[in-house]
């Protein structure tokens, strides 16, 4: 099957795993570093992983329910990365902000990850967005492009804060102040991929967070880059993104240049 079809599909699959569960009143559990899990989050995985183990079996899976990790890392070799449901607080509380989130990738010469291929659905809207190198950004088909340049003061931007560790916390609540300093209209919506995802469409002129994993940024990052914006870690470094690096910065190129500069 063709990678973009299978992608779509996978995604659609998940999706249909997650909405007759959302405020169905599921048991919810604490992971051991206290974020939360759903039976809804494990059931989208399944999903996910019994495909991509059927339809590419050679290749290596990064999962967050799972905990599968890549200690292994040959150039070349292809990598998935899943988030079956990125927003889980959000699901758990009935807050209609969560999505699926599937890449693919390939191992650099270094051990670090290229994603060549990603999608993220947005079960609540019915939206779709896919990316693939080099051929652009979609939202259910129509080309994704991000929000053009304005003034930091006039921007709408989107965060994150890390949650379950203060020590963590609190350097993040500072970037947080030095950005809104600058910029009053900040959101927190708990979702990172769909921020990105919304970050491609133009709805967000960009996002920055801090202590994210691999596969909440995967396919959003390239969605981001894919419909004409920049994507940095932390350093400020354009063109060197790096998946397991020290933040994220994605969005227009100019504003993710502002905010790089105050973090």
């Known amino acids: 099957m063709e990678l973009s079809n299978f992608i779509n599909e996978t995604l659609d699959l998940c999706a249909a795993e997650l909405l007759p569960r959302f405020r169905a009143g599921l048991e919810v559990r604490t992971k051991a570093d206290a974020s939360l899990v759903t039976e809804a989050d494990l059931a989208s995985e399944r999903v996910a992983l019994a495909r991509i183990k059927n339809s590419f079996p050679d290749d290596i899976i990064l999962s967050e329910e799972t905990h599968t990790s ?140 801090n202590g994210l994993q691999v596969w909440d940024v995967a396919a959003g990052s390239l969605l981001v880059s894919e419909a004409g914006g920049a994507v940095c870690n932390y350093s400020g470094d354009a063109g060197s993104y790096n998946l397991e690096a020290t933040g994220i910065v994605a969005g227009n190129p100019a504003t993710v240049a502002a905010i790089a500069a105050l973090l």
């Open 70 to 209: 890549a200690a292994r890392r040959p150039e070349g070799a292809y990598v998935w990365i899943v988030d079956p449901l990125d927003g889980t607080t959000n699901f758990a509380n009935g807050y209609p902000y969560f999505c699926v989130s599937i890449a693919r990738g390939v191992f650099r010469a270094d051990g670090s990850i290229q994603v060549v291929a990603g999608g993220i659905i947005d079960p609540v809207r019915g939206k779709k967005y896919t990316a693939q190198i080099g051929r652009g950004a979609f939202v259910d088909g129509v080309p994704l492009c991000i929000r053009a340049n304005r003034p930091l003061a006039k921007t709408f931007l989107v965060t994150g804060f890390y949650f379950t560790d203060p020590e963590r916390l609190l350097p993040e609540v500072d970037r947080f102040a030095r950005v809104a300093r600058f910029c009053p209209a900040i959101r927190r919506d708990g979702a990172a991929a769909l921020d990105l995802a919304l970050v491609a469409e133009g709805i967000f002129d960009a996002f920055w967070e």
